[in-house]
């Protein structure tokens, strides 16, 4: 009988983008009731950057996406799925950004969609991609994490509009045979239950677009902070210790940790709840905020683009939001170094 070889999915490449503007502490004190100091203290974050008025999510993602296509060494013709996850599409309803961003960077006649976990939408689209590879499906999937999230953001409620940033990050996950390569695992899940914990009420079905909706800010982001703070803490480290045991791998032998960027004291709180040493932690939440689903390829960017990422090294990533979801990925990067 015919025997093939298994096929596994790796992490070929990374790119981002940034948009060039940037909305510091001292900025947001003249807009809101906040101080710098109350913003470091409780969240970490400095600045972050927002989006032109006219820069789409898809811009950003296209941008992020034919980076991350060159830095893999393929032509864009061999790539064969394009998935984006986003909460600030283009379009809430049609087209979807994936189809968008395919178009601008010249991708034709290809499957392309967006998936919608809020910040955990770039480790979902992970596990979709394995899937896709490991059945024979798909040989290059183009993932891309794309938020204009100043297009949800109330400049109005200090409870929010000091937490987000814009940006992209975009990977190219090739089919492989060499298991050194492969991903190793991935859980993702999801709780309906606390949908209202993170939510952008309109539009949508329950509330279509009207004077209401403008009226009473339906269309921004409302979040309850402190109880997602909490939860997020008990989920992540929850999740990363059994993804860690079910692998045998121990906490002090992965070089990169990068979790979600939504706050320094979630992050600590988990890395100090895993014994991870301050050079395993990445951190950029500190220049960007919390980019929603853009969050970890620009994490892993980053470290990339500063030389710290080397290929083979082994990455854990650990993500949390709207939904709520979360997820976690152990993988190694499979790319070459720059
Ligand atoms: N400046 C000054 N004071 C503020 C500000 C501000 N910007 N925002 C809130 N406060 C006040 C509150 O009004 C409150 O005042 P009170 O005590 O008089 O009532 C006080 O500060 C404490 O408010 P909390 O909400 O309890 O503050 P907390 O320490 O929880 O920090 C924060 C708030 C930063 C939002 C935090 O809860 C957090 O990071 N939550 C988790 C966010 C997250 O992980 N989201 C998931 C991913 S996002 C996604 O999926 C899109």
Redesign the pocket.
């Known amino acids: 009988m015919l025997q093939t070889k298994p096929v596994y999915a790796s992490f070929r490449s990374i790119g981002a983008y940034v948009p060039q503007k940037t909305l510091s502490n001292a900025d947001?004190e003249k807009m809101?009731?906040?101080?710098d100091e109350?913003?470091l203290k409780?969240?970490g974050i400095k600045e972050r950057h927002i989006a032109d008025e006219e820069e789409a999510t898809s811009d950003m993602g296209a941008k992020a996406a034919e980076l991350a296509i060159k830095r893999a060494g393929i032509d864009k013709e061999e790539i064969d799925l394009v998935l984006c996850a986003t909460?600030t599409p283009d379009y809430f309803n049609m087209p979807s950004t994936a189809c968008i961003i395919s178009d601008k960077i010249g991708i034709k006649n290809v499957q392309a969609f967006d998936i919608s976990a809020?910040?955990?939408g770039f480790v979902y689209l992970l596990s979709v991609a394995k899937a896709f590879i490991e059945s024979g499906m798909k040989k290059n999937v183009l993932l891309i994490g794309a938020e204009k999230?100043s297009s949800i953001v109330d400049y109005t409620d200090?409870?929010?509009?000091?937490?987000?940033g814009d940006g992209a990050g975009a990977a190219v996950i090739s089919a492989t045979q060499n298991k050194e390569e492969a991903f190793i695992d991935i859980h993702a899940s999801a709780d309906g239950s606390y949908a209202d914990f993170?939510v952008t009420p309109a539009p949508g079905s329950i509330n279509p677009a009207s004077q209401k909706v403008i009226d009473e800010g339906l269309n921004f982001?409302q979040?309850k902070?402190?109880e997602?703070?909490k939860l997020?803490v008990k989920t992540l480290t929850k999740d990363v210790k059994e993804i860690l045991k079910k692998n045998e791998v121990k906490a002090e032998h992965i070089p990169h940790f990068i979790p979600?960027q939504?706050?320094y004291?979630?992050i600590k709180a988990v890395g100090d709840a895993l014994k991870m040493r301050e050079d395993q932690v990445v951190i950029t939440v500190d220049k960007y905020g919390?980019t929603?689903a853009a969050s970890i390829p620009m994490a892993i960017n980053d470290i990339y683009e500063s030389g710290r990422l080397q290929t083979g090294d082994l990455m854990l990533l650990d993500t949390?939001?709207?939904g709520l979801t979360w997820a976690s990925a152990l993988l190694p990067f499979a790319g070459e170094t720059l």
């Open positions: 947001l809101v009731d906040t101080t109350w913003i409780r969240t909460v809020a910040c955990s999230f200090r409870s929010t509009c000091i937490l987000f993170l982001v979040m902070g402190n997602t703070f997020a979600h939504a706050n004291r979630i919390n929603s949390f939001g709207g």
